[in-house]
């Protein structure tokens, strides 16, 4: 009796055990206080299933650790023009980390901050120099305010969302968006910055 021929299996290459994937890490003193203060905010009150801690962001995938938090950056493949709930300076870290090929972003409070990107002091919405004073206090010519683009009304606003906090009893903002509306013209608006006259910088 014959038997049968026997086709040779190709020889496979040989794989890693685990997948490796390259990472960055940045301060999460480069995040803009409210931005950092609504995630802070999520991962408190986060729901856990099956032990898991399920971050409701309502753009981002964001996982908690002991430090921060990770974010990962997949989503700016489909997603390449800056969503309004994201403010630019935090689509910049985002940006700036997938361009140099990481799949997910460390924020850790432990981590120096670098010199690449403006620092925002707790409490604070604005960028701080070397000495942690803010920027805009530090320079009166800095301070601006915010007016229609068509008639000049500082009667504007814009929208944004907000996250009920039990520990505050109050409404916690989470993000600006970028769409914007001027009472004066009764109209979607286009914002401008203009620098803020009459305002003189006293010392105490």
Same mark, same amino acid.
């Given at each position: 009796?014959? $038997? &049968? ?21 940045? /301060?999460?003193?480069? +995040?803009?206080?409210?931005?950092? =203060? ?11 299933? !099956? ?12 996982? &908690? ?15 390449? =023009?800056?969503?309004?709930? *994201? ?6 870290? +985002? ?10 972003? /460390? ?34 010519? &800095? ?9 000049? !009304? $500082? ?12 520990? &505050? ?18 109209? =979607?608006?286009? *914002? !401008?910055?203009?620098? +803020?006259?009459?305002?003189?910088? /006293?010392?105490?």
């Amino acid at each position: 009796m014959l $038997a &049968a021929p026997v086709t040779p299996v190709p020889t496979q290459s040989r794989r890693p055990a685990m997948r490796r994937f390259p990472v960055c890490a940045c /301060s999460t003193a480069h +995040l803009p206080r409210a931005e950092n =203060d609504a995630i802070d905010r999520l991962i408190q009150h986060a729901p856990r299933r !099956s032990g898991r801690i399920i971050v409701d962001h309502p753009i981002l995938s964001i996982e &908690a650790h002991q430090y921060g938090f990770w974010v990962h950056l997949g989503f700016i493949d489909d997603w390449p =023009d800056r969503p309004d709930g *994201l403010s630019p300076e935090f689509w910049a870290l +985002l940006s700036d980390a997938r361009k140099a090929g990481a799949n997910w972003l /460390s924020f850790d409070r432990d981590e120096p901050p670098s010199d690449r990107f403006p620092v925002f002091a707790a409490g604070q919405e604005e960028a701080t120099g070397d000495a942690g004073e803010s920027v805009n206090a530090a320079n009166p010519a &800095a301070r601006i305010t915010i007016r229609c683009s068509a008639c000049g !009304s $500082a009667e504007v606003m814009r929208d944004a969302w907000a996250r009920w906090d039990d520990d &505050a009893q109050d409404w916690a903002l989470g993000a600006m968006f970028d769409a914007a509306f001027c009472e004066a013209c009764e109209k =979607d608006a286009t *914002l !401008s910055q203009q620098p +803020l006259k009459g305002w003189q910088h /006293s010392h105490s």
